[in-house]
């Protein structure tokens, strides 16, 4: 599912600013990042590379098929 | 309260209804609407409220373009405001962009009369001079200003992007997607959108909108431009500017071990900090694998382009090269390609920043190479509003466009300069600044009709207030599914063409009125998929009248570079009577007012 985890997040929002398709949002209630919309993840690793203490995991699959011009 | 509700059925008995032995006619023999989308809607519509904001210069996007245009409006003297869908220095293509472009006469192998004439030559001429010539000129002092706020620092831009937008005190409004552009008697009056965050809609009045809203695509997989999807082109259509350069198209290929590539970071890339680079003149990012891959199919054991095929697109003399060392070519900026997977973890998570000189595989060259991986994008540059003079201006008094969004055709129909891109949008968003900064000072903000914010509130919202529809994902795909094969996007033909096009105006017809959204995140996808639509006919329709194969637009029917009739670009335009219509430019005009 193109960004898999977030695991010791520290609830910053760094993540949600940085992620160009709005896949993250902060729980209302935990105020911790929560994947909200996987299917939305272009794999850019900018949620990874902006998280301050390396919480995001990424995974190469995205939840989607992927559409290519020739296979 | 729901439409079902309004009939007076509870949502307990349609589902009781819907899942049991009662089918889909004898639903409609009750009268009722069937719902396809089941989805709830998540957000109350009673609790928008608007904002409204008023500036001399609005900059629409937060990459590169926007930065300098946000920069230098304010430093000629202007009031600016600077919106952006994401957020600054991490949206649109720019964050991906790793190499830049600087042309020093002190050390440059070549004079600038000569490094014009060296891209007008690759790109057979497609290339509009003016803007080449400009890109380098500028190139240094735009690269010293980022070097003083320490863009070479960090793999991240969005810091140093801020430095100077926080000296100078620039308001700045994040994930606001703009979605309208206002014109009052003949000229901008200002811009709408709407929050992803709250139920706000946003209204800007301004004297003069620069559109740095990149360029786009239909959501490919394997380049990270899914938020990028010719916003500011279709705003601009709309209102009546020109559109160009639609049938050239980005030839970046990804890996068919993992189509969506963007995984590895293309080899620890993302990763890098930015660097410079000078003169260096491909003729990148074409047709050639694409055409290899159509003739021969797609091999097993290595990808298309390790063969070499009779035919195919025209290489100018002094642009070949030799097959083995062809490949998906590189991105902007990474003409040394670093090795293998980036080092760090295997699941890709904390791998740290790589600086990989000893140059090797570009993206996509680990594996066989898959097709579309930029899919929708054309050639930096080529596409976008229509400049009428150097300064990025349109034919709309008061817009002004810069970077990708602007049609300066600066690297022609092909990608010419390596880092000339990331060097375009930061020459370009500056000299558009200056000029918008010149414009306001002889016109007055205008008021803009209650009755015309009306409309574009009603028009914004439409998709949250429908109450059955379609989703804007499952538009989208099957878009992608029309538009994305090889034998459509870029190996062209008349016949099929004219039937995808057929597909399209049905997703414009009837889809693009009923796309349904049930919550902001949707509601964005929802305009972002009428964009794409729009964007997708354009592409079909300058792809059909140019009857040439040039550059990226390759045709199977017409597979030679007609000198005789198409030393021209396509301009789009909407008619007096709403249709799309397409005019020819000449290579050495302006276009007609």
């Known amino acids: 599912m193109a960004i898999k985890s977030i695991d010791g997040c520290i609830g910053c929002g760094e993540c949600v600013k940085s992620c160009p398709t709005d896949v993250i949002r902060l729980d209302p209630k935990t105020k911790k990042a929560v994947i909200t919309y996987p299917e939305d993840c272009q794999i850019c690793h900018l949620c990874r590379m902006n998280c301050p203490v390396d919480a995001i995991t990424i995974d190469p699959t995205k939840s989607i098929p992927v559409v290519v011009s020739w296979g | ?593």
């Not at chain 2, 003169?279 to 054991?301: C, F, K, Q």
């Not at chain 2, 970077?403 to 010419?416: F, N, Q």
Request: negative net charge; aromatic residues 8%.
């Open chain 2, 1 to 593: 309260m729901s439409e079902n509700e309004k009939k007076g059925l509870s949502r307990r008995q349609f589902l009781g209804l819907a899942t049991g032995v009662v089918g889909a006619a004898a639903l409609t023999g009750l009268g009722m609407k069937i719902r396809w989308n089941t989805k709830e809607r998540e957000i109350d519509l009673d609790t928008f409220t608007s904002e409204e904001t008023g500036t001399d210069v609005l900059v629409i996007g937060g990459g590169m373009a926007g930065l300098f245009a946000s920069v230098k409006a304010h430093d000629a003297g202007a009031k600016v405001h600077l919106v952006s869908k994401g957020r600054l220095g991490s949206s649109g293509q720019t964050p991906f962009a790793k190499g830049i472009f600087v042309y020093d006469e002190k050390t440059a192998s070549v004079t600038l009369d000569e490094f014009t004439d060296l891209v007008s030559k690759s790109a057979i001429n497609t290339n509009n001079p003016v803007y080449t010539r400009q890109m380098a000129i500028h190139s240094k002092e735009r690269v010293n200003e980022l070097r003083d706020w320490g863009f070479f620092e960090s793999p991240l831009y969005h810091k140093a992007f801020s430095k100077p937008i926080n000296e100078r005190n620039i308001p700045v409004s994040e994930r606001i997607m703009i979605t309208h552009l206002i014109k009052e008697n003949g000229r901008i009056a200002g811009a709408a959108g709407f929050s992803i965050d709250e139920a706000k809609i946003h209204i800007f009045k301004a004297k003069s909108v620069i559109l740095c809203t990149g360029a786009g695509g239909f959501k490919p997989n394997g380049f990270p431009i899914c938020d990028l999807t010719h916003d500011g082109s279709i705003m601009a259509y709309k209102i009546g500017a020109k559109i160009t350069g639609k049938e050239w198209n980005d030839g970046h290929s990804g890996s068919q071990d993992n189509p969506a590539a963007c995984y590895d970071g293309w080899h620890g890339m993302f990763d890098r900090t930015p660097s410079v680079n000078g003169v260096e003149v491909h003729h990148d990012l074409g047709m050639d694998a694409n055409y290899s891959a159509y003739i021969l199919g797609n091999p097993v054991s290595s990808g298309p382009g390790s063969q070499m095929v009779e035919g195919g697109p025209y290489v100018p003399d002094g642009f070949t090269r030799e097959m083995e060392e062809m490949g998906p070519p590189a991105i902007d900026g990474d003409q040394k390609g670093p090795k293998g997977p980036p080092p760090g973890d295997e699941d890709g998570r904390g791998a740290p920043p790589q600086n990989n000189d000893e140059g090797g595989a570009p993206p996509g060259m680990a594996s066989a190479a898959s097709g579309g991986a930029s899919a929708g994008m054309a050639i930096h540059k080529s596409e976008g509003i229509v400049p009428i003079n150097e300064k990025g201006e349109s034919n709309i008094p008061g817009l002004y466009a810069a970077g990708d969004a602007l049609g300066s055709h600066m690297a022609g129909g092909i990608y010419t300069q390596v880092g000339s891109s990331l060097a375009g949008s930061a020459v370009q968003g500056a000299i558009a600044a200056e000029a918008a900064a010149e414009y306001v000072k002889t016109v007055s903000l205008q008021s803009i009709p209650s009755s015309s914010v009306s409309a574009i509130k009603e028009e914004i919202l439409a998709p949250l207030k429908r109450e059955s529809g379609y989703t804007p994902a499952w538009v989208t795909q099957t878009l992608q599914g029309i538009m994305i094969p090889n034998f459509v996007l870029y190996i062209k033909k008349e016949n099929l063409m004219k039937a995808a096009l057929a597909y399209i105006e049905e997703l414009r017809d009837h889809h693009m009125p009923m796309l349904r959204a049930s919550n902001l995140h949707e509601l964005r996808l929802a305009h972002e998929t009428g964009n794409m639509i729009i964007s997708a006919e354009m592409k079909l329709r300058a792809s059909l009248m140019r009857t040439e194969s040039r550059c990226s637009h390759y045709r199977l029917d017409y597979p030679d570079v007609d000198y005789d009739n198409w030393q021209a670009w396509i301009n789009i335009y909407k008619g007096s009577d709403g249709q799309m219509k397409l005019e020819k430019q000449a290579f050495d005009a302006w276009p007609a007012q």
